[in-house]
Structure formats: structure tokens, C-alpha cells
């Protein structure tokens, strides 16, 4: 099958059935339009990062920037909340295949992330289909028959929102002009081209979610692709709605400044909370006082993300904007009634802070997570949508308590080995093509499994990568540690063919040299995708 693209632009993806409906030319023209006008700012951007990680590496911390001072001292808040955003109690999140996209939309939950980033592997087909779908869905027309079961969506669903690729991504199969376009412009024009207008009829709005991003630089980028889409779609400006992950450590200095860079088309911030973590490692790979704990001991709690956690929600409410909170790990567990119950435990645990602490809500990673969530919020926020203007006696935070990396320890032998292993199996699944996977009763995604990997290279380099039983994680170790746990994987049972290949990325990855910026840039570079 052929399309029509517009000059300059190139397409080398496969144009499977229906993928024709999606990459129309008037679609494809606003991607090749936002492209030339924003790429690059977008290089820039990308270049300034690496910059501002050279001079962290150099011993350099982040503080608030006295040159946004203004910004954060003003009253100000963001633009009044269409309706439909008003009440998120409760936000599933997951990949957009169609079995996913009509669970999730049916699930129960005020809101449903579709995820074009953490939990997707963005393979050409898991992208152009994942826009089918949901083009699809909008129009209740997404059915699905699987395993002798028939998927349709409900007559009251979750409210929509979009998480493009982040700033670092590229769409490698769409060129302009011999450059790659961004993943995120092309997996944001294309959902709104075909969707905002439709989603406005039906009551919602274009709602999207922005990961990854590391300054209110980034943040202004994004509102200026907003407003110039705007424009050549024919909406009023403000229309567009966006909510802020603040999942990267330098961005936890920028929160206000995020807020205001975005006010017109803000739907608030959320706690991206592995993101978070991964950031944390790798802005401070290179400082020997910097070593976190084993994986599990690095929790919500732990001083460092318990200071962010609450300046998020600070920020937010000081400025009208809603604060969700982000996601944990745990999942149900099937025929295991106790280590089920002990799982559910935790997101009551999880949720029950965030809603008391003064959060609007938070993310599911499952829908049989959404009823527990759910009764946590309902609790606090009784019938009222959300919290926001609830008059709450915010903890004062510091850079300082920002940057108290708590618990330095235990690093423990299970604890690496662990690392290497969800890493390995992680890096397998993501290579077929699934972003998003249950591995030891845990949900593992690339944020996840970017902790996993950094910790590995981390541990090896630090003077304080030190197992509790004394022995230093080396490279011999570790090298030796992933034969061992790929060899037990595949005594487990694991069939795919790509595990293999995970193992000896994996490997690469945590021994080399220089520290991969992210593990997805080079897995994307695979021949296979
Ligand atoms: C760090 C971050 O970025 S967090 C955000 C990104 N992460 C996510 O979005 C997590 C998404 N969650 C998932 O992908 C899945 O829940 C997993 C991979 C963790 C677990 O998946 P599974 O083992 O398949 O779950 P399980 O078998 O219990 O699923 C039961 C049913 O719920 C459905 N389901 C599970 N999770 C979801 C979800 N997030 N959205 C919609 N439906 C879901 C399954 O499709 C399945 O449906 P079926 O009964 O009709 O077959
Ligand atoms: O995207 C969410 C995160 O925790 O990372
Ligand atoms: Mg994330």
C-alpha cells in the first residue's frame, strides 16, 4: 500500500492494513509542519542536558534557579480545569494494545493513561496500530474477540488522556527533510489531528501526560508545539491539556516554573516516581557519596522522594493544579490469597498517604487495582472531585532534603542479582515488543528496569558499591552474575528468542565505560525494530 506524504518526508515503517487510515497526508503534514518549526529547539534542548550532566559529573548540585525566582514568589495559577478533568481519584495507565485499551477504558477508574512511552515498546506496528486503537475506541467503534472472549467498550469509560514518547526518542521510520522526527511530536500530532475534536463532542478534550522532561525549557517547547498545533487544527487556544511528570531530579527544581511555562494548557503534575529514581542515579552516577540501597529499600518514604513528593504536591496546589501520584509496582497476584493480600496491602498503604498527605489521585497499574485505589481516595476526598483548594498545612522543603539519598544500604548479593535478572528478562520482552511485563509478582516497565540496569553500573563504580557481606561488586562479578542468570532463566522455562540478546546488552550496558543515557536509545537502534 502507498501513501501520499507530504515533501520532504520519508516513511520506512510498513504500512500494514489500516495504518493508511492514521498516516493520512493532512495528519502527516502537521507532524512534517511541527518538525521543521521545533527541531532544533528540540536538538538544543537535548544538547543542553548533556551540558548540564557534564557539569554534575564535574561535582555541581542543583538548586532552585535564582533567574525564575519571580516565578516562583508570584501568585499566579494555572488556567481553570475543563470538567472533564476535575476528578482523578484514581488513573489506570497501560500499553495501547486493543485488549488493554477497551480493559483499561472500562475499568472503573476516573481516568485512563494510554502509554505510548514507559509501558509501550515502540515498535512501528505498536505505534501506528496504537493509534488505530484508540481512534477507534474514541468512536466506540474498538471491539475485539480473543480466547473466546468478546471486548467492548462500556457506555461510561475512563477519561483519556495520551502519553507521547519523551524529548529523547526519536520516530526512526519518519523522516523530513533527511532528519528523524521526534517520537513525541509524531505520537502527539497524530493523536490530536485525528482525535481532539472528536474527544471535545463527546465531552473530553486532547488530554495528554509529558514525561521525562528535565527543565521548564522543555516545558515551554511543549506549550509552543501546543499552541502552534492549535492553530493549524483550528482549536481555541488552551484547549490542549497537559499533565506534567515531574520524574526526573532536575525537574523537581522546576516546578513552579513547569506550572507556569504550561499554565494555559496545564492539568497539573504527577510523581513519576521510578523515573525519578532512575534520574537520581544517573544525575549522580558519578559521586562517590552518592550509592542507594538495594531496588526495594528505595521507597516513597525514603527521604529524598518523600521531600519530593510533598514539594510536588506543595506546588501544585499553590497554583490551582492538580497533584496525582504515581504508581506502585505491586500487582494482584493470582491463586496466592496471601502473598495477594500482602500485595494489596501495600497499594492500600500507598494510596491511603498519598490521599491523606493531599494528593487528587493517582495511578493503577492494573484494573484490579482500581476499587482498592479508589476507597482510599473516596475516604479523604469524600464527595468532593479532588483536593485542591483544601486549606492544608504544606511541609516546608529544601533543595536539601531533596538531594538526602537515603538508604545508602543494604546492597545485598539478592539484591544485584535481582537487578541483573528483571534487567535481563526486561530488556527480552521489550525487544519483542512488549513494554510492560509481570515479573516476580512486580510490574516492570522501562523506568523500572532503568533503575535495575543504572544500579548495576552504579554499584560497580562506586567506592560504596559494597555487598553487605563485604565484597565489592566488580565487573568480573557482575559479568559473571549475568551468565549465570541468564542460564537460570532459561532453566525457568523462558522460550523467547530474544533473551539472549537482552543478556548481552544487559551486560554491555553495566560494564561499559560510559553510561548509556538511556537503556532504550540503543535497544531501539536493534535491527528489529
Ligand atoms: C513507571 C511507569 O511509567 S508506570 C506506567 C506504565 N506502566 C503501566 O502502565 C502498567 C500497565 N500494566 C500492565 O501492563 C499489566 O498490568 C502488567 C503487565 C503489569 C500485568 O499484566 P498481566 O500479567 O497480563 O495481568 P493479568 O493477567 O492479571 O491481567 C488480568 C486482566 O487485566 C487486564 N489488564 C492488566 N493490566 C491492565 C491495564 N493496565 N490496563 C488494562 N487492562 C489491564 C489484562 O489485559 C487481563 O485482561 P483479561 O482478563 O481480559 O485477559
Ligand atoms: O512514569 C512514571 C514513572 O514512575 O516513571
Ligand atoms: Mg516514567
Known amino acids: 500500500m502507498s501513501l501520499t506524504l507530504p515533501q520532504g518526508m520519508q516513511i520506512t515503517g510498513a504500512i500494514e492494513p489500516g495504518f493508511d487510515s492514521i498516516l493520512t497526508l493532512p495528519a502527516l503534514e502537521l507532524v ?83 502509554d505510548f512511552e514507559d509501558s509501550n515498546s515502540p515498535k512501528w506496528h505498536n505505534q501506528i496500530q496504537g493509534q488505530i486503537n484508540l481512534f477507534k475506541a474514541i468512536r466506540r467503534t474498538l471491539t475485539l474477540g480473543q480466547a473466546g472472549k468478546t471486548y467492548k467498550l462500556n457506555d461510561k469509560i475512563a477519561t483519556l488522556q495520551v502519553r507521547p514518547r519523551g524529548w529523547h526518542l526519536d520516530e526512526k521510520h519518519v523522516t523530513v527533510d533527511g532528519q528523524r522526527v521526534s517520537g513525541g511530536i509524531f505520537d ?49 487556544q488552551g484547549t490542549i491539556k497537559a499533565t506534567v511528570l515531574i520524574e526526573t531530579i532536575l525537574a523537581a527544581f522546576e516546578m513552579d516554573e513547569i506550572l507556569y511555562e504550561l499554565r494555559e494548557h496545564s492539568a497539573g503534575l504527577n510523581a513519576g516516581r521510578w523515573d525519578y529514581i532512575f534520574s537520581c542515579i544517573k544525575k549522580f552516577k558519578n559521586d562517590r557519596d552518592f550509592c542507594l540501597a538495594d531496588r526495594k529499600q528505595v521507597t516513597m518514604t525514603s527521604p529524598f522522594m ?71 481516595f473516596v475516604d479523604v476526598l469524600g464527595d468532593k472531585p479532588n483536593q485542591i483548594s483544601r486549606q492544608k498545612k504544606y511541609t516546608h522543603i529544601e533543595a536539601e532534603h531533596l538531594l538526602e539519598f537515603k538508604p545508602e544500604g543494604p546492597i545485598t548479593e539478592a539484591g544485584l542479582r535481582m537487578n541483573i535478572n528483571v534487567g535481563i528478562y526486561y530488556l527480552a520482552a521489550w525487544l519483542a515488543g512488549n513494554g510492560c511485563v509481570p515479573i516476580y509478582n512486580l510490574m516492570e ?72 543515557e538511556f537503556l532504550t536509545l540503543p535497544l531501539y537502534e536493534e535491527g528489529s525494530f
Open 445 to 516: 516497565d522501562a523506568a523500572t528496569a532503568e533503575i535495575s540496569r543504572s544500579q548495576v553500573w552504579q554499584w560497580i563504580r562506586s567506592p560504596k558499591g559494597v555487598l553487605e557481606d563485604g565484597r565489592k561488586v566488580t565487573e568480573t562479578m557482575v559479568r559473571a552474575m549475568v551468565a549465570e542468570e541468564l542460564q537460570g532463566i532459561k532453566d525457568a522455562g523462558y522460550e523467547g528468542s530474544t533473551v539472549d540478546r537482552a543478556a548481552e546488552i544487559f551486560e554491555q550496558m553495566s560494564t561499559s565505560e560510559d553510561f548509556t
Open 306 to 376: 518523600r521531600a519530593y513528593a510533598l514539594l510536588l504536591l506543595k506546588t501544585c496546589h499553590k497554583r490551582g493544579a492538580p497533584a496525582i501520584g504515581g504508581m506502585s509496582a505491586l500487582i494482584p497476584i493470582k491463586n496466592d490469597p496471601e502473598k495477594n493480600a500482602v500485595a494489596m496491602a501495600g497499594i492500600i498503604k500507598d494510596k491511603r498517604r498519598d490521599a491523606n498527605d493531599g494528593y487528587d489521585g493517582g495511578w493503577v497499574a492494573h484494573p484490579g487495582l482500581v476499587d482498592v485505589a479508589m476507597k482510599e
Open 32 to 114: 512534517a509542519k511541527l518538525h521543521r518549526a521545533f527541531e532544533p529547539r528540540r536538538q538544543q534542548l537535548l544538547a543542553a542536558r548533556v551540558e548540564r550532566a557534564k557539569r554534575l559529573d564535574a561535582g555541581e548540585r542543583p538548586d532552585f534557579l535564582p533567574e525564575t525566582k519571580a516565578v516562583r514568589e508570584g501568585h499566579w495559577t494555572i488556567a481553570p480545569l475543563p470538567k472533564a478533568l476535575e476528578c482523578r481519584r484514581v488513573e489506570i495507565t497501560g500499553p495501547v494494545d486493543a485488549k488493554m485499551v477497551i480493559n483499561a477504558f472500562n475499568s472503573g477508574a476516573d481516568s485512563y493513561m494510554t
Open 188 to 236: 502527539f500530532a497524530l493523536f490530536l489531528f485525528h482525535n481532539a475534536k472528536e474527544q471535545i463532542a463527546r465531552g473530553a478534550g486532547p488530554f495528554f501526560y509529558l514525561p521525562k522532561m528535565e527543565s521548564h525549557l522543555e516545558a515551554r517547547l511543549w506549550n509552543d508545539i501546543f499552541v502552534m498545533a492549535q492553530n493549524e487544527i483550528g482549536l481555541p
